[in-house]
């Protein structure tokens, strides 16, 4: 299929929050549009490539988010302006990149491992300090730094990017900093994808 | 013997829509080869993910990378590919290029950057050189501009305002923020001379165009109301509408083939289906930009070329230019000033700061040391870009910043005061190791080398860039301006770039004569900013705009 139809038929879904979760309890399958995909394409999109993360690592992962950029101080917090899909698609978009998946991997279960030993608990079920304490403590780790500031730095997309990608709703963050954006704003018809 | 068309015009830029539009209203038959889309006014939004994060305007670095040469302090040079750094010159592939995502921040070069080396004499390690042209020559070229691409401004005096045949700019000044008048005291206060900005943006409707609409988001974006003077909006449309010019647009030029007289015989290009075709033409011009420029002419040896295009003296990618110089900024915090001042501060930023001080374009300070080269020191706004702004505070001494701490710096930064940002631009001294060449195995997805470029600097860029920096920075200050900070830069800007093709009057060190045709191909003309031997200190697109209509008169005089 061409990519760039693969996307279109994506971009209206895959960053509403409920239909990630949904994909999610499914074990994180991407679903390609069954009408227009032939066999191969449906067989290639549910091989191992297409899982990014359990079920366990998306909490945790969301979890790290939202201690990130916590909704505190009248800011608004990661889950507000829908940072867990923005981060789906920046690691699913245009295609996923299995190196990057695999060290996300790694670096959750680190975290987790890192919680287990120090706390005798799962990171999500730490407390504020005691989370701030586990990620500071890795970020010594040059890797881990770097996986840390991506996190971050996809975090201020989601934050701030135009509402018409599917994060920033409402312009929530936008409105939270007094920022005017310029115009004419993209729509629907103008992401950046659509333009070549 | 029939040809397809009068002229090919290779590229759709800067240095390309002068020859395009003269050429096609003359009555010639103008055939334009343009590797991007065309996009036009109601493609172009205010979309960061467009114009920055994701580089909807330029192409994908996996199908055409770059590599870079850097040097390493301990001497030698690393070699990063796209693969490894993203770090890439490409500035734009659209009709009408990278000047459709410009600033469009006007300055002429002045008649001593036309003889540098007779003015200062030689500088040790580097090949400074005297153009072949006068800027008398010149002038009548960029008076042009202002006309035909539109150039707003204000004539004022200052030591170092070059001759104009024009009294003033055809166009008043866009509007100005209050920053502006603020600037303008504080230089007065200190002994300097306020210079507003020219600006190649329209301040009323004209010429099919419509004015600027201010809404504060204008370099790295495309314009939506046809004000910016990009090639496309000032230039192409008009080739146009005179029925003598076809744009082909996603038709990527792979190779010049040339026969055994040396002459150009046809150009080879490739569509979006990656289909060959062939055209020819009486005379071909080349404008992508100088490092592809190179690169093409690298990539087309032919019989009397072994070893590229026009490149039997090996002059060809030699003497690449970016812009030396140094950067700056500092903050005005409202808190700082009465209510009414801080109100007029705190005005959103889409009219313009627009001033310059040119009282260094030559640094003649005994403190210093003795007389150079200096140049120009633009006070512009900080770019509003919202997630280029707050992703810059995730960094900090210690680390990372996150959480509650990450949110109040953010939040002060967007809320406490409006920063001012200094450009400050010298010479990039041209030199022997900063050049381009074909890399020895990368390939790009149609198999062709690509360019290696090593980004070696004289360390003189570094002195005169500090020391206009720090001029800047005394200007900030003047003003009540708090955090100042000033820094030359040496590593190149990726989006100010010439040389290459260097024109000249002795074939064995330069590649085009004075009228920019090769030495060694007689119907291949270069436009773009590959011309220039030496680049002032001033960004260039004004100059290569109005060399191209120079050329596009020698052109004409070529066909008859």
Known sequence: MNRRKFLIQCSGTFLKASTINSLFFSGGILIANPISANKKQLSESFSEQTILFSRAQWQTLTAIQEHLFPAKNGAPGASQFNAKAWLYNFLTFPEINSEVVQIYRSQIDKVNLLAKQQFKQKFIQLDESQKEQILRSIEKNRQSQRWLGEILNNIIEALLTDPVYGANNDAIGWKWLGHSPGFPRPNTQQKYFLLK | MSHDFDVCVIGSGAGAGPVIYTLAQQGYKVLVLEKGPWLKEKDFTKDEMACCLRNGYTPSIKDQPHVVEQ???????????????????????????????MSGFFHRLKPVDFR???????????????????????????????KVVGVSGKVVTHPFQEPRSSKDFPYPPTA????AKYIDQACQEIGVHSIPMPRAILSKPDMNRSSCSYSGYCGSYGCATGAKGSSRAALLDHAMATGNCEIRPHSHVTKLHSDRDGKISQVEYVDNQDMSHYVDAKIYVVACQAIETSRLLLNSPGPKHPKGLANNQSQVGKNLLFAGGGAGSGRLRYA?????????????????????VQDWYVIDDKEFGPKIKGGTIDFVHLHPNPVARASRKIWGNKGLVWGGELQSKIKAHFQDGRYIKIEAFSDWTPVD??????????????????????????????????????????????????????????????????????????PKNSVLNKNCQAHEVENLYISDGSFMPTGGSVPYTWTIYANSFRVADKIIAHLG
């Open chain 2, 176 to 179: 100005e923020h209050p920053i």
């Open chain 2, 71 to 101: 040097e390493k302090d301990e001497g030698g040079w690393r070699k990063m590919s796209t693969d490894d750094s993203s770090w890439n010159f490409w500035n734009g592939n659209v009709v009408g290029g990278s000047s459709n995502f």
């Open chain 2, 336 to 356: 700082a000033f009465n209510s009414e001042k801080a109100h007029e501060i705190a005005q959103h930023p889409g009219a313009f700061i627009n001033r310059s």
């Open chain 2, 116 to 146: 540098q080396i007779s003015t200062f004499g030689p500088i040790e390690g580097a090949n400074v050189v005297d153009w072949p042209i006068s800027y008398d020559e010149l002038e009548p070229y960029y008076d042009k501009v202002e």
């Open chain 2, 433 to 506: 190791d900063c050049f381009v060449s074909l890399d020895p195995e990368m390939k790009d997805k149609w198999g062709k080398p690509v360019a290696k470029i090593r980004v070696g600097f004289h360390v003189n860029n570094l002195k005169s860039g500090w020391y206009l920096a720090s001029k800047g920075a005394d200007i900030l200050r003047q003003m009540g301006a708090e955090d100042v900070v000033s820094f030359a830069a040496g590593d190149p800007p990726t989006n100010l770039v010439a040389g290459g093709c260097r024109f000249g009057d002795n």
